[in-house]
């Protein structure tokens, strides 16, 4: 039986009771409870509005028990800009995989990123599309095969994967802007570090933040959870490597204790 | 208060900020710039915000975020951006949100002209969007009118949840005239039941278009269409101008309309029983009116500024029941007086089209201007 001293994991208060919609070993649901529990922790559930995008992660708003609106394919740091400049005051946060934030959404992160909105953004890489079935993503390694690039992608033709926190580490309206990965626990901890302090930055005002999460698509890539989690570790890591691309001064003397 | 000089474009933004305009999100295109230019002054000097977007795709996306917290929103632009900023008009009807949207039309397809046009009627009115939603359209024919009704559509959208579009061509929007503004209203923060404002002190809230069971997307459409019969019912306008004996009746919006209205006057110093009918609000268009009109009038002309869009509706409304006449000049040309009563005196004379569809006779009698 559970009891108060035997229990030692539950739902954070800012999660719904909801059966998950992910698909086995996709680490969505890890990326949700890490914003989860960083919001239970900063005593901000009441105050947040969270900005769902269109993939996977479209239904986000049935799992965090806050106010919630569903932003169209790639535009949520617009509508995420629109509610905080009326609400300044509110925790805004967008959730967007990457091609949303990447492909489609591009023009709407980096304007908002450049004019500093003091909003958080965590950026879902899975290195395809989800939720159509696995097509090529931005962020589709060169070589790999996905369901609309089966020879695998070759870049004379189809491009070179973007790397997004490089790129929007070099705009002055930036206040924090990391890579982490969710492919074992030490690296899911330095995850849910990097969350809180890119809503440590937007609680201080000190600017746009974001954090790009490497994260597994096992049912799309065709592997099991296991592999797809070496995958990330092997593959996605020597393409995006994982750091810091941006601290601002003011983030850098933010403190937070060990969660 | 006193009557001022005031350019259309600068009215409508004083208009909405007197309204009680809490955030203004845009992006330069002319003939509407000076919306944005004089919203840029004058919000942030009110505490309000006012952001220039990268695109029309990212201002709507901000209304759209804006108009979920429940505070007065606007954007403006002119056709190229507004067919820019169609796939959040819908996200935006879909979610039943309040948004005022302004629309100072130019000529087209295409990136056309900067010159005065109303070729985006269908748009406004008709389509737009994806999906099956409906849209409030005003469409003002004067500087007063245009202060008037922006003022109005922030009311329409908030009352009925839904988009309220502004159209008018650009000679409206460059164009000085005196007018009178209303008093500055205080903002005042709505409670609304719907708002996303954060979950303080109540259950969490959710604005969301997506409805992935097509069950509750059906019940959605119906709930809109319940509503917007009650838009119909309630919120027809238009205006009437020598209609009590007229048996031809001229049929024009916004500055086609304001044109046909000189004519008229003209044509009845020359005894013609000639009325006008301008419709303020398009969209929900005055239907029975025409209907009512069509029983007793020798027919109906319409004038537009495009190749003849609301001339659809007129023949709706009039099923068949007496002629309905087109003259239009579309792609940025506006018409002069003289051209709609030489119209009018061609109609009184009993030289009435021989095509069903008078758009064709029109098209012959323009053949000198085609050809140019
Ligand atoms: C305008 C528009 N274009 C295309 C789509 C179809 N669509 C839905 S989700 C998606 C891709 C999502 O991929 P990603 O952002 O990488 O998120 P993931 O599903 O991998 O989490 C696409 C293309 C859409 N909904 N809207």
């Known amino acids: 039986m559970v009891t108060p001293t035997t229990l030692v994991y539950s739902r954070p208060q800012a999660f719904t009771d909801s059966p998950t919609h992910y698909c086995p070993g996709c680490t969505h649901g890890v990326a949700h409870r890490l914003i989860a529990e960083v919001l239970e922790e900063m005593n901000l559930i009441s105050r947040t509005i969270g900005v769902a995008p269109v993939g996977c992660a479209v239904f986000a708003y049935n799992y965090f028990d806050t106010d919630f609106v569903e932003a169209p394919h790639g535009r949520a740091p617009a509508m995420a800009t629109g509610i905080k400049r009326v609400l300044p005051d509110r925790i805004v946060f967008t959730y967007q995989g990457d091609g949303d934030l990447a492909s489609i959404g591009m023009g709407e992160i980096v304007h908002a990123a450049a004019r500093g909105e003091n909003i958080t953004v965590i950026f879902i890489n899975n290195a395809n599309y989800g939720m159509t079935g696995g097509q090529m993503a931005p962020t589709t390694l060169p070589g790999m095969k996905t369901t609309s690039s089966p020879y695998g992608r070759d870049v004379e033709t189809q491009g070179y994967p973007i790397r997004m926190a490089e790129m929007l580490a070099t705009l002055d309206g930036v206040g924090y802007c990391v890579r982490r990965s969710l492919h074992d626990p030490k690296n899911i901890r330095l995850a849910k570090k990097a969350i809180r302090l890119a809503f440590e930055t937007q609680l201080r005002g000190l600017g746009f933040s974001l954090v790009e999460l490497l994260s597994t698509c096992p049912t799309n890539w065709g592997m099991s959870p296991v592999e797809a989690l070496r995958f990330v570790e092997e593959r996605m890591i020597p393409v995006f490597p994982l750091g810091d691309y941006k601290v601002a001064p003011g983030v850098a003397q933010i403190t937070v204790r060990n969660t | ?372």
Not at chain 2, 9 to 26: C, D, P, T, W
Not at chain 2, 51 to 71: F, P
Not at chain 2, 239 to 264: H, N, P, Q
Not at chain 2, 294 to 319: C, I
Request: hydrophobic residues 45%; glycine residues 8%; aromatic residues 8%.
């Open chain 2, 1 to 372: 208060m006193p009557k001022e000089l005031w350019k259309g474009n600068e009215a409508i933004a004083e208009a909405a900020v007197r309204a009680g305009l809490q955030a203004y999100f845009g992006y330069p295109i002319t003939p509407q710039s000076e919306i944005l230019e004089y919203l840029a002054r004058r919000m942030p000097e009110l505490g309000r915000a006012f952001v220039q977007a990268e695109s029309e795709l990212g201002a709507i996306n901000m209304v759209y975020g804006a108009a979920c917290t429940g505070a007065r929103v606007m954007t403006s632009s002119s056709s190229p951006g507004i067919s820019l900023m169609m796939e959040g008009i819908s996200y935006i009807a879909g979610t039943e949100v309040p948004a005022v949207i302004v629309n100072v039309m130019r000529g087209g397809p295409g990136l056309g002209n900067i010159a005065p046009s109303q070729a985006d009627y269908n748009q406004a009115v008709h389509g737009g969007g994806h999906g099956d939603y409906p849209r409030i359209v005003l469409a003002p024919a004067s500087v007063q009118e245009a202060i008037d009704l922006t003022a109005l559509a922030f009311d329409l959208a908030e009352t009925y949840r839904m988009i309220c579009m502004l159209i008018l061509d650009g000679s409206l929007g460059q164009m000085m005239e005196p007018a009178e503004m209303p008093e500055m209203k205080p903002i005042v923060q709505r409670e609304f039941d719907w708002a996303v404002t954060g979950a303080m002190n109540r259950p969490r809230r959710i604005l969301s278009s997506i409805y992935i069971d097509p069950v509750a997307e059906e019940v959605v459409n119906f709930r809109l269409a319940k509503r917007w019969q009650e838009v119909q019912v309630r919120e027809v306008r238009y205006k009437e101008y020598y209609l009590d004996d007229a048996e031809i009746v001229v049929v024009g919006f916004g500055t086609a309309g304001r044109i046909a209205l000189s004519a008229v006057r003209a044509a009845r110093a020359e005894g013609i029983s000639v009325g006008l009918l301008r419709p303020v609000t398009v969209s929900p268009y005055p239907y029975s009116v025409i209907e009512e009109l069509a029983k007793h009038v020798q027919g109906f002309l319409v004038t537009e500024m495009n190749m003849g869009q609301m001339f659809d509706d007129v023949r709706l409304a009039v099923q068949g029941r007496a002629p309905v006449e087109f003259y239009g000049r579309p792609g940025g040309v506006v018409p002069f007086p003289d051209e709609i009563l030489a119209e009018i005196r061609r109609l009184a004379s009993g030289q009435w089209s021989p095509d069903p569809d008078a758009r064709l006779s029109w098209q012959k009698r323009m053949a000198s201007v085609i050809q140019r």
